[in-house]
């Protein structure tokens, strides 16, 4: 993981825009950088020349054996920008991001849900069902089994203890867990990260068991919604969600009525001749 920086002139010489990233290698020696932004300074509206010099500079900057890099984003004028200067680009995925204070739960429960989701919610508490939030730290051990009994069943790929670790070192009580329990037995839990400065709660990991008749997972992140709103956040970011409308995830993320919110990615020739050249190599190699 690198870190890229463009500042302003002296005297100023504040941070303008900046691009996180890693190295992928691609076939032989050349490499592939991936980003997730760039993030720019939303006092700036030049976003075509910020893009402009962020590339020459980073270009400049990596080897000669970085031919390439990937842009992910959700900031729609930065990834018009980009569609402008021709660059190849795919939309698969996004987020759906809730503003509570556009539609807060208890419009949510009147006039967004469907009796489809009443029912889910009702179902669970006729059950006499038991649901909390806590910090991470305090119910991991708990979460981390049936997060990971979920992903191993659905074939996902599994973040390991040591990644959590990183989490709940870097998050420490901005790191949540909503629990979902009936007849003692824990049937849903939904780790979300919390950014007080954004007033923004991300629903990041989840894992849940299969109930007849019955959605966990959906009431687990109702407990959420809940729980943001009565502590002062506004916005739910439900995390990466496919584009396909017929999705299931897609569908149960829908229902609470946020945006979707395309993330685009875009894939820029740092040095095109030579990543033309690497393309059709890997092409050959894969056959």
Known sequence: MAYFGLHSSPPDARLIAACPF?????????????S????????????DGLLVSLMQSLRNSLSMTVLSVSLRTTNKTVADVLIARGYRWSTVSGDFLLDMEKTPPDEIWEKVFRKRERYKIRSLDSKGVLSEVSNAQD???PFFQLYEETMRKKSYQIKDHLFFDKLLEGFGNDFKIASVSVNKELVAVTAF????????????????KELHGLSPSFYADWIVVKWANGNGFRFVNFGDTSSDETNKIHQAK???GGEFIPRY???IPLRPRMYAIARRLNAVLRR
């Open 22 to 34: 890693f190295y992928s290698n691609l076939r032989g020696p050349f490499k592939h950088v991936a």
């Open 36 to 47: 997730n932004g760039p993030v720019f300074d939303e006092s700036r509206d030049n976003y």
């Open 139 to 141: 119910s991991f051990s």
């Open 193 to 208: 990260l919390c950014n007080q400065k954004t007033r923004t709660v991300h629903i990041s990991y989840v894992g849940y």
């Open 254 to 256: 829908e229902a609470f």
């Open 265 to 267: 990615r875009f894939s």
